[in-house]
């Protein structure tokens, strides 16, 4: 896993992504970029534009806003007062135009990861940012299937050697 920079470089570049003016998307570039892994912007030719668009892992990723994305269940995401009607048709459609978008893209082969406003907190943003290395990982793998599970032949039983009993501690 590329991880090209000294423990202080690192602390550096966590310091200016955490900086209040960071918008999310760029959180999430700065920190894939400074782990050594490379990407594209705003492709338009793949569908909904993602912020994030990963060719060798074959994932885009989005970077959602819980407002306008519509985030259920979130702190972020509630309805203003006026104009609710106004509010929730445009959220709605927001919401479907995304639902498209990851479909087409699935049904084509790439994994779609939705990463929300919400999750990139301070107190959020480095586990976040590591489930989203799994999810590129694990499709790295499966696309170049270096995934495979290994099964136990038929005809002979595999010996199951007894070990020898020992005391805890031993
Ligand atoms: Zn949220």
């Known amino acids: 896993m590329p991880d090209p920079l000294t423990p202080e470089q690192r602390h550096y570049c966590m310091s200016r992504i955490h900086s209040r003016n960071t918008k999310p998307e760029l959180k999430v570039r700065?920190?894939?970029w400074m782990r050594g892994y490379?990407?594209?912007l705003n492709v338009r030719s793949v569908p909904g534009k993602p912020d994030v668009v990963m060719r060798r892992y074959r994932t885009a990723i989005f970077?959602?806003?819980c407002f306008w994305h519509g985030h259920d269940g979130c702190d972020k995401f509630s309805m203003p007062?006026?104009?609710?009607?106004f509010w929730q048709a445009k959220i709605n459609r927001n919401r479907e135009r995304d639902q498209q978008n990851y479909q087409i893209l699935q049904q084509n082969g790439w994994q779609?990861?939705?990463v929300w406003e919400c999750q990139l907190t301070p107190a959020r943003f480095e586990h976040t940012m590591w489930e989203v290395?799994?999810?590129l990982n694990r499709n790295f793998l499966a696309i170049n299937n270096k995934l495979r599970?290994?099964?136990?032949?038929?005809e002979e039983?595999?010996?199951i050697a007894a070990e020898p009993e020992t005391k805890y501690g031993e």
Do not use: F, H
Request: glycine share 4%.
């Open 30 to 32: 700065q920190w894939l």
């Open 38 to 40: 490379r990407y594209r």
């Open 63 to 65: 970077v959602n806003g």
């Open 81 to 85: 007062k006026s104009n609710v009607e």
């Open 112 to 114: 779609v990861i939705v």
């Open 133 to 135: 290395e799994i999810l």
């Open 149 to 154: 599970t290994y099964a136990l032949p038929d």
């Open 157 to 159: 039983p595999m010996p």
